[in-house]
């Protein structure tokens, strides 16, 4: 390139994203007329949809040999493959992959902070070395639980409650979970304001001396009011203030209310902590006897696998070995098993902090142990005795073949967890959830697919509908990487009093779905609302055309976040979108 005096000149270069997810570095070295300039670009390369999980579980005889290959990863971008192999004494919960997900978590409604900061707050390095995993940092570790923490603090009202996303509807159900919470973090050395506690205290006190919510917008209030009461009183058992004379009312008057197992369970361990252990092993061994009666929808944020893997932590949290546990271990990994057969396995933030509570428990306690011969990555390892052996693996180590030979007295068992990003697009469906996304020009005429200007603006709508009810459902539509989202709520409202799309005037959008939070973030717009059978939501905000090039539109997505094999994806039309030059 040669410049004249005071010229200049623009160069463009095209570039294309390969397989791969991660950070590219652009390095440009220019030289000329005694002087030479270097400067170094960061250029994210992200994925336009998100990860899958797929779990395989398979026990071992002993002097048999488990074989595994990279079947389980078919279809998925090598590079982005990672796997686990967790080798255990007994039955298999995918605990390792739950505490991952968890703490990868994006979103943070007041029962995912919860979650994820439990999640934190499990993973100290101790505990990570005897689950085999990697833990957090000590920093990190803090930093991650001052962050749930600050956030539920945001969270909570007056009456010591707390909402849900904000606004003014509070959630009790989720009160005593996070009273709990806050107590094992402060036991643990963290820091946690004692204002902030001792409001979820006195209002747990209170609401069991007056005999507790009335959960009237629920269906199953009897269950709801009979679950929240039992676990206030578990929670404040641990601190010796739970009043025993309205747990025993509790016990002889209403455990016929409980639907499920759990409420049972917590209510026996705190009639045990305050001293009537009789009553205690009676509505302990209720609960493990109790076949659920859960209904399609509870509104306590929990499931039947969910439920299961509480009571059996729970259980061994408190040092109970209480007849039936084992068999109810192993149905739950039968149910998990028969979960993860499918392909990809999906769990709730709930369910996954249960299972990692529980994989915490089967990790360090029991006497059974195992040893036997690893082949993995072109090397092999004796295993020396333990009850737990987690090896991670990437695709290569998979394609070249692992196996497992046991040496032990009894079957032992594996699970093999793999997530990546898939080579190709979710697939449509509109099964469960319908959700169709348009492009729209600011007047509200359709956008005609086509090459968008550099600062073209266009407005997303997306059409939502629930084949069934979902209170709490979660919308996600990603962007293309060359576009910007912009909040359609910082605009004039002036703008678009005129402007209808869908059969919805923009000015009145407010109308047209039940949200209870709205994000817009660099990547993506995220929606949590309230779904009805037969009756759309629509959303909407707009995307600006900023960066020159060709992208990759994803699909977008919903999904009901406590039941979350009930998912949609719509199609992405069109499959790619181009901006050009001004």
């Known amino acids: ?63 048999a040999t488990l074989s595994l290959d990279a079947a ?41 902070t919860l979650s994820r900061g439990h999640a934190a707050l499990l993973l100290d390095q101790d505990t990570a070395a005897g689950l085999g995993v990697t833990g957090l940092a000590q920093d990190e570790r803090r930093r991650r639980l001052e962050a749930s923490i600050s956030r539920l603090a945001a969270l909570q009202a007056d009456s010591g409650h707390f909402l849900m996303w904000g606004g003014s509807d509070t959630s009790p159900i989720l009160t005593p979970a996070i009273a709990g919470f806050l107590l094992s973090a402060r036991d643990a050395g963290f820091a946690v304001p004692d204002a902030m506690l001792q409001k979820s205290l006195e209002r747990l006190n209170e609401d069991l001396l007056s005999g507790g919510l009335p959960f009237y917008a629920y269906d199953h209030s009897d269950h709801l009011r009979f679950a929240y009461q039992a676990h206030a009183g578990l929670v404040l058992a641990r601190l010796n203030r739970a009043p025993l004379g309205t747990l025993r009312v509790l016990h002889d008057n209403q455990r016929k209310n409980s639907l499920t197992g759990l409420p049972l369970v917590q209510l026996g361990l705190a009639l045990s902590l305050q001293g009537d252990v009789a009553r205690g092993d009676v509505a302990i061994r209720e609960g493990l006897a109790k076949q659920s009666q ?53 769990y709730s933030t709930r369910e996954q902090i249960a299972l990692a509570r529980l994989g915490k428990q089967l990790a360090l306690d029991g006497e059974r142990t195992f040893s036997g011969t690893l082949v993995a990555g072109g090397e092999t390892v004796a295993l020396t005795p333990d009850r737990l052996h987690v090896r991670s693996l990437d695709h290569d180590a998979l394609a070249a ?44 005429s359709e956008w005609k697919p086509g090459p968008l200007r550099e600062g073209q603006v266009l407005v997303a709508a997306l059409r939502i509908e629930a084949r069934e009810a979902m209170p709490d459902a979660l919308v996600v539509d990603r962007l293309a990487a ?39 973030r660099d990547d993506r717009y995220v929606a949590a609302l309230k779904l009805y059978p037969g009756q759309a939501a629509h959303l909407f905000y707009l ?22 094999e009930l998912r949609g994806t719509g199609r992405a039309s069109p499959a790619t979108v181009t901006v050009g030059t001004r």
């Open 72 to 112: 389980l990863a078919e279809g998925l971008m090598p590079a982005t493959v990672s796997a686990r192999l967790t080798l255990a004494a007994q039955p298999p919960v995918p605990f390792a992959q739950a505490l991952h997900d968890l703490l990868e978590y994006p979103y943070g409604c007041a029962e995912q």
């Open 543 to 564: 995307v600006r055309a900023v960066t020159p090039g060709t992208y990759a539109l994803p699909p977008p997505q919903a999904e009901d976040m406590y039941r979350p």
């Open 1 to 63: 390139l040669s410049l004249a005096p005071e010229a200049r000149d623009t160069l463009s270069f095209a570039l294309e994203a390969t397989e791969g997810v991660g950070v590219g570095l652009l390095t440009l070295r220019v030289t000329g007329g005694g002087h030479e300039v270097n400067r170094e670009f960061d250029l994210p390369v992200r994925p336009a949809w998100g990860s899958v999980a797929r779990s395989r579980a398979q026990s071992v005889a002993p002097g």
């Open 401 to 444: 073949g692992v196996r497992f030979t046991a040496m032990s007295e009894a079957p032992v068992f594996g699970i093999l967890d793999v997530a990546g990003i898939p080579r190709r697009p979710p697939a449509f469906d509109d099964s469960a959830i319908s959700i169709v996304r348009s492009w729209h020009n600011p007047d509200g």
């Open 294 to 346: 859960r209904p399609r929808w509870l509104g306590d944020y929990g499931s039947d696998v969910s439920d299961q893997a509480l009571v059996l932590a729970l259980l061994r949290e408190h040092g109970r070995d209480a007849p039936g546990q084992d068999q109810k271990l192993l149905a739950l990994s039968r149910d998990l098993q028969a979960r993860g057969s499918g392909s990809p396995a999906w």
């Open 482 to 520: 060359g576009l910007e989202i912009e909040n359609l709520n910082l605009s004039d409202p002036e703008q678009w009093s005129g402007v209808t799309i869908n059969g919805i005037t923009l000015s009145e959008r407010g109308f047209a779905a039940e949200l209870a939070h709205e994000e817009y």
